[in-house]
């Protein structure tokens, strides 16, 4: 299943009991609303066979129907399809999560729970769930904690309030996320003068004490709130909250922001004046379940389509970074109070943030800014500051947490491909998971399906993927070994790459890519050509200083890698190319169909990338293909393109795909 489709279930399954237009579908994935009646047709297909249905209602969309809901859990199963659950993730295949998704509601909601809704909630079966439990029972029997369960009751944590609030902080405090955020606190001198697992003791006390229902990254968020708002007033600076009417604050909120208050002045030498106090009430209140029980889906909505541009422009997926997600959305909306009430909020990090990582400071400054919530206010560089900060932990997690998805490829048998294999394991086994070996003959879609790099002992170099290709030996020598390091580098977001690297790094691939795209190899269609028609005129193009038969042996090459797997990548753009090489230099040949055109039954082609790799030297070929690679998701600059379908036009657009 692409990742796209998993997207789009994810949003049919959010919204369950509710219709949802295809412009709306649309509008969250950033897709045409052709592209999303196309999937949803393709879905429904699948999904029917699997336990559900798509129930289609003129005027009013798509609405999800589960029918058997076993079936449909062991489908998402096998899709591996995760899907959210309130504040929680919930992994249908994992059940790491589901234990910590449990422990959420026994522990943070403080619920009772019945076993039957619980599996009904989750979509696994009754004997699954009780498999979970008896593992939590015997991870809290480790606290002095148990379960209870009685007879229409449910079930519930029994044993001392200390240890239950030993299980949370390890349970849902000890993660990366946390980590990633004390490490540039740390780097900021923070934890010499706040203990930031205090901070977050305090806080976890106070609002079980008030019942107040609020999750783990919200209490991370206000930790760090309470840890800038001391290092600020120790330095003689209190923030001015306008004159707050009770009817603003609710008094749940308010004097649980007392009772935190005045435990962190009796331990750390600092006096909470009244408006602080009053300000972290405001905090609190736009943070906790109880006074937000239902998101602001305008403010979700545009926070996706900021976070999507951003995973572009990282090439990370922050996107499915729940947690940061939501910790974002949970500092917009007392953010946006602040905004509507002239509050101005001191970050005394701003400056240390611009200057460790500006690239990060300026990506929040420059894609937040366009969100239409903000716009309109005066949005002022501490502000931005904290947002960017997010974002910094966020990529610093992605560093630790990011794995290499690689598929190894032999010629010789499995004896050598083991031997590749544990090679790579054992030198870069903190950076790369080998999803699976393969022979030369056995590559096919689903060894290609959720690849990040292909490392083969035979050259691969000539062929198209949409992945980096590393030809090594197999006893992965030393060049080798910085090959594939140059990978995992490239495949970390580039935030403190210094300005010359980047700038002499940018003219090397414009030049590679001005080698291999000319207004000489690019063609226009006012109607739509064959197939065959297409190939045999982009080749003719290509032609030029190559051998007599390089026409008819690459349209030949073409056809033997289309049996071997697919070179349509999109609904929209096909790259045919070689089996093995054919040219003497590197050059890509480019087909333009503003109406469209049918390849194997795919019906609206516009774009045709025809691929020819020199048999000589391909040094820049792949700056061209991983932009072809980019340009596949990028919809808006494709109807650019058809819009005014000349080449200097192309240019202007795709180049824009190397950077």
């Not at 809901?69 to 059940?95: M, P």
């Not at 989750?122 to 439990?133: K, T």
């Not at 962190?264 to 006074?291: C, G, W």
């Amino acid at each position: 299943m692409k990742q796209t489709e998993k997207e789009l279930l994810r949003q049919l399954i959010d919204h369950q009991g509710e219709y949802l237009t295809s412009q709306y579908l649309a509008s969250e994935l950033l897709l045409s609303d052709r592209t999303i009646r196309n999937y949803l047709k393709t879905l429904n297909e699948v999904i029917e066979t699997n336990g559900g249905r798509l129930i289609a209602k003129q005027g009013q969309g798509y609405q999800l129907e589960v029918v058997n809901k076993l079936a449909f859990a062991l489908f998402l199963k096998q899709r591996e399809v995760t899907v959210e659950y309130g504040d929680q993730v919930t992994e249908f295949y994992g059940s790491e999560d589901r234990k910590k998704y449990i422990l959420n509601k026994l522990l943070l909601e403080d619920r009772a729970i019945v076993i039957d809704d619980l599996a009904e909630e989750l979509y696994i079966s009754r004997s699954s769930l009780v498999n979970d439990i008896q593992e939590i029972k015997e991870k809290l029997a480790e606290y002095s904690l148990k379960i209870v369960s009685k007879h229409k009751q449910g079930m519930w944590i029994e044993g001392q309030e200390q240890d239950k609030r030993h299980v949370i902080m390890d349970t849902f405090f000890g993660n990366k996320y946390t980590n990633s955020l004390k490490e540039y606190l740390g780097n900021s001198q923070f934890f010499k003068e706040i203990n930031f697992e205090e901070l977050v003791i305090i806080i976890l006390d106070e609002i079980r004490e008030s019942k107040l229902k609020v999750s783990d990254f919200v209490i991370q968020n206000l930790a760090l709130h309470l840890a800038l708002a001391i290092k600020r007033m120790r330095a003689g600076f209190e923030i001015q909250v306008p004159e707050i009417t009770g009817e603003e604050i609710h008094e749940t909120e308010y004097q649980a922001a007392k009772n935190i208050t005045r435990r962190i002045e009796s331990i750390m030498n600092v006096r909470f004046p009244k408006d602080e106090i009053a300000y972290l009430a405001l905090h609190l209140m736009a943070k906790s379940n109880q006074s937000h029980k239902r998101e602001n889906q305008e403010l979700v909505t545009e926070l996706m389509s900021v976070l999507k541009e951003l995973a572009q422009v990282l090439g990370q997926s922050i996107v499915e970074d729940y947690q940061f997600r939501n910790g974002l959305l949970n500092h917009l909306e007392p953010m946006l109070v602040r905004l509507k009430r002239g509050i101005a909020l001191e970050n005394p990090l701003t400056k240390e943030i611009k200057k460790e990582d500006p690239r990060a400071f300026e990506l929040t400054k420059h894609y937040f800014s366009q969100m239409p919530s903000l716009k309109g206010y005066k949005i002022n560089e501490d502000e931005w500051a904290y947002l960017a900060l997010h974002l910094m932990a966020a990529i610093e997690k992605n560093k630790v947490d990011c794995k290499l998805q690689a598929l190894i490829i032999c010629a010789t048998g499995y004896g050598s491909a083991q031997l590749l294999k544990n090679r790579v394991l054992s030198e870069f086994g903190k950076n790369i998971a080998v999803k699976q070996v393969k022979g030369y003959y056995e590559i096919d879609e689903q060894a290609l399906e959720d690849i990040d790099v292909i490392i083969s002992s035979i050259d691969l170099s000539t062929m198209f993927f949409k992945v980096p290709v590393l030809h090594v030996s197999v006893f992965l020598n030393d060049q080798d070994v910085q090959k594939i390091r140059k990978v995992i580098e490239e495949h970390r977001p580039s935030c403190f790459v210094k300005p010359q690297e980047a700038l002499s790094f940018m003219k090397e691939k414009v030049s590679f890519y001005e080698e291999q795209i000319s207004r000489n190899w690019f063609k226009v269609y006012p109607s739509a050509p064959t197939k065959v028609q297409a190939i045999n005129d982009l080749l003719a193009l290509l032609q030029e200083d190559e051998t007599e038969n390089y026409t008819s042996e690459m349209a030949h090459q073409i056809e033997r890698r289309e049996k071997m797997g697919q070179i349509i990548f999109s609904e929209q753009v096909v790259v045919p190319h070689p089996a093995i090489p054919v040219g003497a230099t590197a050059k890509i040949a480019v087909g333009i169909i503003p109406d469209g055109m049918e390849w194997d039954e795919q019906g609206a082609i516009h774009f045709v990338f025809l691929v020819s790799p020199s048999c000589i030297e391909n040094e820049g070929i792949t700056v061209v293909t991983k932009a072809i690679v980019k340009f596949i998701d990028r919809l808006d600059l494709q109807q650019q393109i058809l819009a005014e379908p000349t080449f200097e036009n192309f240019n202007e657009q795709f180049i824009k795909m190397i950077y």
